[in-house]
């Protein structure tokens, strides 16, 4: 997906405040959901499911500014029994501006509100191998 950079976005150097890329990972790791048919969150009847994230780092290699129009790219790095581990790459042109990588545990929540870790049923695990189904709007 691609993002422009908006003046909110950045600290009283210009740069984008380093807390923004782990807002626009997890905006391209939605649409990256949104193209293969999956969600984040969501309901089944009474039973809810969904990813939440247990890790999330980013390192930063040049700085992205005001109105820079940003790259980015999600590519699943790995898919275990219970987790997903997406790497994200963030670009201004050629240049790799940074590199991010989350992990999701997918789970269901009970009743009660508690999440467990469960395993990953093949529907999803085929759907979040698969080519992508339909093109990430940009943002």
Not at 23 to 39: C, D, I, N, Q, T
Not at 85 to 97: A, K, N, Q, S, W
Not at 106 to 124: G, L, N, R, S, T
Request: hydrophobic fraction near 40%.
């Amino acid at each position: 997906m691609t993002r422009r950079v908006e003046f909110h976005e950045t600290d009283m150097a210009g740069i984008v405040h380093f807390s923004n890329f782990f807002r626009y990972m997890e905006a391209a790791e939605v649409a990256f959901l949104r193209s293969r048919g999956l969600k984040v969150s969501w309901h089944e009847g009474a039973k809810r499911y969904g990813f939440p994230r247990v890790s999330a780092t980013c390192d930063y290699f040049k700085p992205a500014r005001f109105d820079d129009l940003l790259a980015i790219t999600v590519t699943l790095e790995q898919v275990g029994s219970k987790s997903v581990t997406y790497v994200h790459e963030f670009r201004r042109g050629d240049e790799l501006l940074a590199r991010g990588r989350i992990t999701a545990v997918y789970v269901h929540v009970d009743e009660h509100q508690q999440m467990k870790a469960v395993e990953i049923p093949q529907e999803i695990r085929d759907k979040l191998l698969t080519e992508s189904l339909a093109s990430p709007e940009a943002s």
